[in-house]
């Protein structure tokens, strides 16, 4: 007998290809946590370990790529207007302002060094550098919009999230799915004040490229603001 999601075989489940790439990203979380405690220091600073990055962010792009056509939200003729790109740039470099400046103790959860690029004699490795910020700015809004906006806020309106259009989605959805979220961060109250950014900008526009431009922006942006500032905490 098949295992089954309500009365749908998992395999047919509409939410298996919302939450396979955000898995496999967790899977690699946790895979680098074992590794740091394995070996005794912080994944981001051991130079032969970095690379796991571009691995994990290789990985869910490719299952990105091989499930496309299940995401019906995210085609050409469904991109947003200049109004709505506008709005999403704004919010973007809002959330990212924001991001950088709640760093109060009691809004973040533990401590990281982050992903520290160079090398021994401090220079720059430009190659991790340029995987960090593309998998940062260009997958992980794909990957995570789908899964916390599309899949999680929709489904928490109501369980056959796909028939449900994003202006039905309710206040308890939004606060809930966007707390959720929060806490998959160490900076967890700015990951709150993002979550409900993105998710006011999917419901408004009823366009979840919005969200996901949104967050390119801030990824990007902080992305570009970590390496000129050499913040590694925030990576």
Known sequence: MSTTVGSTPWHRSAALPYCVPFAIYIAFLVLESLLGRITGENIGAASDTRWLY??????????????WARYGELTLRSWPNARWILAAIGAGLLVLVLWVNLTMPWAVIGASDGFDPRDAAGTLNWPLVVVR?????????????????????????????????????????????????????????????????????????????????????TNGGLAAWVVIAQQWQFW
């Open 133 to 217: 910020a593309l998998g940062a700015a260009l997958v992980v809004p794909v990957m995570e919009e789908l899964f916390w906006r599309s899949f999680v806020m929709r489904w928490i309106q109501q369980p056959q999230f796909l028939t449900l259009v994003p202006q039905r989605v309710g206040i308890k959805a939004l606060l809930v799915s966007a707390v959720v979220f929060g806490f998959e961060h160490s900076l967890w109250f700015a990951g709150i004040v993002a979550g409900l950014a993105y998710g006011w900008l999917y419901v408004r526009s009823g366009n979840l490229w919005v969200p996901v431009i949104a967050h390119a922006v």
């Open 54 to 67: 571009a691995v994990k962010i290789g990985c869910v792009a490719l299952a990105l790529v091989l499930l």
